[in-house]
C-alpha cells in the first residue's frame, strides 16, 4: 500500500509538471513531440499512442503531432518540446535552421514562460491541495510552551541537555507555538539556545551545530503523552476490567511512570500476560488486573495533551492554504541551505522515494494522501528553481541572462551544460539511494 501510493503520487505531480510545460508550449504554437509518463529509458514503454494495437483501435492517433505514452522506469516523466536541448540529448535539429513551431525560434519571454509552466503548476497545485484539506479536515498543533517533553535515553536529545519532562518556551527567544516544529526549525534556523523550563527552573540549553545534520533525521524528543485513558477498544478483553475513560495508568508491575512512552517497554516486556497495573481515579489509587495482548497492548484509547485544532471554512481555508504552501517553500528553501552546507551533515538526511513510501501509512489514508502530495508538489517547484543546467531552474537562468545581455547561449555551451547538469542530478539520486539503503541495512 505504501509503495502504490507513493507511485500514484509521483505518477500525479510529473504529469501536473509536464502539463505546464505543455500548455505553455501549445499557447505559443510550439511543437510538442513525446509527452511521457516516467522515463523510456532504451526505447522500451508500457503504453504508446504509436504503437501498432493503439493505432488499429484509434486510427486518428497517427495524425496526433504529439506522441503520448507511458515509460517504464518510474523515476520521473518528461514533455519533449521541438527544438529544445533537453535531457534527451537529441541535437539532430541542431544542424538545420530553426522552424516556425520550434522552441529556439520562439522570443526569449515565451521561452520563459514555457520554462516557469511546470514550476507555476506545481505551486498551484500544492496551494489548491492545501486548500482542499484545510477547509475539509482543519489542523491542528501540539502548544509547545505548555507541553513537556519526552526524551529517550541515551539519544541526541539526552546528548544534547534535554531531559523528560522539559517544556520549550523559547528558540533564541522566539516563543515556538507547535512543539512538532521546533525540532527541525533548531535545525532550520541554526538556533543557538534553547530555553526550557525544567521543574521550578527555567535554563538555557546551548545548541553545538554539529548536531544540525542529526536533527533533520533522527528524533529528538517527542510530546510526553500522559497515560489518560479515553476509551477501550470494543473487542478488547479489557472492557469488562472495570477501566474507566478518565483513568489515569500510573504503574505496570509495580514500575512507576508518567509518560505513555515510559510504559511501552514495559508492556511489550509482559506481551501476552496479565499485570497488575495502577490507576489514578479521582485523586485515588487502584490495583486492577488487566491483559495484554501478543504485541503488549492494553487495546485502549489515549490522547495527545495541549492539542489545538484549527477549523477553516470555504473562504478562510484559502488564505490559510496560501500560508502553508508559504510555510511549505520557505522550509524547503532552508533545507538545501542546509544540503549546500557539508559541514552540517545534512546531506546524510537525503531521502529517494524510499524514504517518502516509507513515511506513508500501510492503509490508505486520504487526508495524509492529500497533505503529501501537496507538500511534495511544493517540494518539486521549489527544487526545479534550482539553477542546475538540466532543471527548469537552469533553463530560465540562461533565458534571463539572454533578456538582460541582449545575447542567447550557444547551442553547444547549453548542450555542455545541460550534460553537467544531468551529472549533478544522478549524483543526488544515488546519494538519496545510498542513504536509504544505508538506513535499511542499519536497521537490519
Known amino acids: 500500500m505504501q509503495f502504490i501510493q507513493i507511485l500514484i503520487i509521483l505518477s500525479i505531480l510529473v504529469l501536473i509538471h509536464e502539463l505546464g510545460h505543455y500548455t505553455f508550449a501549445r ?5 510538442i513531440d513525446k509527452f511521457y509518463l516516467f522515463f523510456d529509458a532504451g526505447g522500451f514503454r508500457l503504453f504508446s499512442t504509436r504503437s501498432e494495437w493503439f493505432l488499429k483501435i484509434c486510427p486518428k492517433a497517427a495524425e496526433w503531432e504529439t506522441e503520448y505514452g507511458i515509460g517504464w522506469l518510474p523515476l520521473g516523466g518528461y514533455c519533449k ?5 533537453d535531457e534527451s540529448m537529441d541535437t539532430g535539429h541542431l544542424k538545420e535552421e ?5 522552441f529556439r525560434s ?6 520563459l514562460l514555457v520554462m516557469i509552466g511546470g514550476i507555476l503548476f506545481n505551486f498551484i497545485l500544492g496551494i489548491a491541495l492545501f486548500w482542499f484539506s484545510l477547509q475539509k479536515w482543519g489542523d491542528a498543533y501540539i502548544q509547545a510552551d505548555i507541553t513537556p517533553i519526552y526524551v529517550y535515553e541515551d539519544s541526541l536529545g539526552d546528548a544534547m541537555g534535554f531531559k523528560t519532562g522539559d517544556r520549550i518556551l523559547a528558540l533564541d527567544g522566539e516563543k515556538p507555538v507547535d512543539l512538532w516544529r521546533v525540532q527541525p526549525d533548531i535545525a532550520r534556523n541554526f ?13 538555557d540549553i546551548h545548541i553545538d551545530h554539529k548536531y544540525i545534520g542529526d536533527l533533520l533525521s533522527t528524533t529528538l524528543f517527542e510530546a510526553g503523552v500522559p497515560y489518560i485513558i479515553v476509551d477501550i477498544k470494543e473487542d478488547s478483553p479489557n472492557k469488562t476490567s472495570g477501566l474507566l475513560p478518565g483513568d489515569r495508568i500510573i504503574a505496570i508491575d509495580s514500575t512507576e511512570f508518567t509518560y505513555v512512552q515510559e510504559a511501552i517497554p514495559i508492556q511489550k516486556k509482559h506481551a501476552g500476560e496479565q499485570v497488575e497495573i495502577t490507576v489514578l481515579r479521582d485523586s485515588v489509587m487502584h490495583t486492577m488486573l488487566l491483559s495484554l495482548d501478543d504485541k503488549g497492548s492494553l487495546d485502549v484509547y489515549y490522547s495527545w495533551p495541549n492539542v489545538v485544532s484549527l477549523e477553516y471554512s470555504l473562504l478562510e481555508a484559502i488564505p490559510a492554504g496560501f500560508r502553508k504552501a508559504y510555510q511549505a517553500t520557505t522550509d524547503q528553501v532552508k533545507d538545501l541551505r542546509l544540503l549546500a552546507m557539508p559541514s552540517t551533515g545534512a546531506y546524510k538526511s537525503v531521502g529517494s522515494v524510499i524514504a517518502i513510501a516509507d513515511a506513508m501509512p500501510e492503509t490508505w489514508n486520504w487526508h495524509v494522501f492529500i497533505n503529501m502530495l501537496a507538500m511534495l508538489s511544493i517540494i518539486l517547484g521549489v527544487m526545479n528553481l534550482l539553477p542546475i543546467p538540466a532543471l527548469d531552474g537552469g533553463h530560465i537562468v540562461f533565458t534571463l541572462y539572454e533578456m538582460v545581455t541582449g545575447r542567447k547561449p550557444s547551442d553547444k555551451f547549453l548542450l555542455v551544460t545541460q550534460i553537467i547538469g544531468m551529472i549533478i542530478i544522478f549524483g543526488l539520486m ?4 545510498g542513504n536509504d539503503i544505508s538506513r535499511i541495512i ?3
Request: hydrophobic share 45%; proline share 7%.
Open 442 to 444: 542499519n536497521k537490519l
Open 81 to 85: 518540446v521541438n527544438g529544445m536541448i
Open 191 to 203: 538556533v543557538d539556545k534553547v530555553t526550557v523550563s525544567r521543574g521550578e527552573d527555567t535554563l
Open 98 to 102: 530553426p522552424k516556425p513551431w520550434e
Open 27 to 31: 499557447i505559443f504554437g510550439i511543437k
Open 106 to 111: 520562439k522570443p526569449a519571454w515565451q521561452r
Open 430 to 433: 544515488f546519494l538519496a539511494f
